[in-house]
T-cell receptor
Framework: DVKVTQSSRYLVKRTGEKVFLECVQDMDHENMFWYRQDPGLGLRLIYF???????EKGDIPEGYSVSREKKERFSLILESASTNQTSMYLC???????????FGQGTRLTVV | GENVEQHPSTLSVQEGDSAVIKCTYSDSASNYFPWYKQELGKRPQLIIDIRSNVGEKKDQRIAVTLNKTAKHFSLHITETQPEDSAVYFC???????????FGKGTMLLVSP
């Protein structure tokens, strides 16, 4: 089975903090994604990466950055957390183009 | 970019009834259409997908239909059961891209 693992299930951070969300996949997938899930808004793409050190902006990249130094690991960084970044964050990975994405269990981030 | 609209946002049915969820997409180049099921507190998981060279695909009680001309696709669940209760997301992707664009989701509630 493909495993996509996110480092934390729940996080509480203070406004202005720098926040790191980590994601690891074990299937040698070339593509990795960070989505944000909010009620009534579905899954919105923040950033994705199709190779090591490569990154592309998604639909809502403002306030976020990413890092992919190794193929299996994709990090989402909130440079200065704000309350409007309180959300569920989902990492995913896939192999090739137009193929199934496998999701992590999600990180529920609360910024206070 | 691609835009995916999903309806209805909520759907309540009695156990044993059928349920239909509809999605439309905007990019005529899209050719991969997966459906994900997300149970409460869990990660989204693929339940069925279809590619543009196929008009219909079935897997036991679940079927997906695709109308390329009208740019819409639908999920059909027959003989619904309480364990079908979940949020369902449709998505679309093009061969040239690794990313999936998701609809906003449909909360399906199956009452015993």
């Amino acid at each position: 089975d493909v495993k996509v693992t996110q480092s934390s299930r729940y996080l509480v951070k203070r406004t202005g903090e720098k926040v790191f969300l980590e994601c690891v996949q074990d299937m040698d997938h070339e593509n990795m994604f960070w989505y944000r899930q909010d009620p009534g808004l579905g899954l919105r793409l923040i950033y994705f990466s199709y190779d090591v050190k490569m990154k592309e902006k998604g639909d809502i990249p403002e306030g976020y950055s990413v890092s992919r130094e190794k193929k299996e690991r994709f990090s989402l960084i909130l440079e200065s957390a704000s309350t409007n970044q309180t959300s569920m964050y989902l990492c995913a990975s896939s192999f090739g183009r137009a193929t199934e994405a496998f999701f992590g269990q999600g990180t529920r981030l609360t910024v206070v | 970019g691609e835009n995916v609209e999903q309806h209805p946002s909520t759907l309540s049915v009695q156990e044993g009834d059928s349920a239909v969820i509809k999605c439309t997409y905007s990019d005529s180049a899209s050719n991969y259409f997966p459906w994900y099921k997300q149970e409460l507190g869990k990660r989204p998981q693929l339940i069925i997908d279809i590619r543009s060279n196929v008009g219909e695909k079935k897997d036991q009680r679940i079927a997906v239909t695709l109308n390329k001309t009208a740019k819409h696709f639908s999920l059909h669940i027959t003989e619904t059961q309480p364990e079908d209760s979940a949020v369902y997301f449709c998505a679309a992707s093009t061969t040239g891209y690794s990313t999936l664009t998701f609809g906003k989701g449909t909360m399906l509630l199956v009452s015993p």
